[in-house]
């Protein structure tokens, strides 16, 4: 597959997986954390500029960002707040991150704390899909580990300015995944 091709098409994807978590909120399915969606949309947008700085930007996290937006919004109408240590967490990640960038210029170092605070950040979706994988859609974590599938293979260079954020991507929605599609079933 041309790698320009798979990074469009993992970027779409990306986008439409969250169309059904959209509809489960205003189904009032879902009542999304508005605190965590600011978290995770701030932290996308600090892995775009980085990834920007460092010539690596892909569609993934474009896609990414614009449905974490959409997604904020719709948490801040729909949701509840709730600020928990993986929050804190997430936000210190961000903000070293960002510290980080500052203080020694490296864009690079930005894109690690980015990607560390969104694994860290994942762990309470892990253990909610671990105990109770009704409450995720399906379709939605399909829909995203597809576009990491098309990620990987837009990779242009194998370093850590292009890789690491759709290596991680794909880790989480790896674990999602397994977590609410596989593992029910067994």
Same mark, same amino acid.
């Given at each position: *597959? +041309? %790698?320009?091709?798979?990074?469009?098409?993992?970027?779409?994807?990306?986008?439409? /997986?969250?169309?059904?978590?959209?509809?489960?909120?205003? +189904?009032?399915?879902?009542?999304?954390?508005?605190?965590?969606?600011?978290?995770?949309?701030?932290?996308?947008?600090?892995?775009? #500029?980085?990834?920007? %700085? %460092?010539? /690596?930007?892909?569609?993934?996290?474009?896609?990414?960002?614009?449905?974490?937006?959409?997604?904020?919004?719709?948490? #801040?109408?729909?949701?509840?707040?709730? *600020?928990?240590?993986?929050?804190? #967490?997430?936000?210190?990640?961000?903000?070293?991150?960002?510290?980080?960038?500052?203080?020694?210029? +490296?864009?690079?170092? /930005? &894109?690690?704390?980015?990607?560390? /605070?969104?694994?860290?950040?994942? &762990? !309470?979706?892990?253990?909610?899909?671990?105990?109770?994988?009704?409450?995720?859609?399906?379709?939605?974590?399909?829909?995203?580990?597809?576009?990491?599938?098309?990620?990987?293979?837009?990779?242009? %260079?194998?370093?850590?300015? +292009?890789?690491?954020?759709?290596?991680?991507?794909?880790?989480?929605?790896?674990?999602?995944?397994?977590?609410?599609?596989?593992? !029910?079933?067994?």
């Amino acid at each position: *597959m +041309n %790698k320009a091709i798979a990074d469009r098409v993992s970027g779409v994807l990306f986008f439409l /997986a969250f169309v059904p978590y959209i509809l489960t909120i205003l +189904n009032g399915l879902t009542q999304p954390s508005p605190i965590s969606w600011a978290i995770w949309g701030s932290v996308d947008v600090l892995t775009l #500029v980085a990834m920007k %700085k %460092k010539n /690596a930007l892909n569609s993934q996290i474009i896609g990414a960002l614009a449905g974490a937006s959409v997604t904020t919004l719709l948490a #801040v109408v729909y949701g509840k707040p709730t *600020m928990g240590s993986i929050e804190w #967490v997430s936000i210190v990640g961000a903000v070293a991150g960002i510290i980080l960038w500052q203080r020694t210029g +490296n864009a690079l170092l /930005a &894109i690690i704390s980015s990607q560390a /605070a969104i694994l860290i950040g994942a &762990i !309470p979706t892990f253990a909610g899909a671990y105990s109770n994988p009704a409450q995720e859609n399906p379709i939605a974590w399909l829909i995203w580990f597809s576009s990491c599938i098309c990620a990987l293979f837009a990779i242009r %260079k194998w370093d850590l300015a +292009n890789a690491l954020q759709p290596l991680t991507f794909t880790i989480v929605e790896g674990v999602m995944v397994f977590l609410v599609v596989i593992r !029910p079933h067994f």
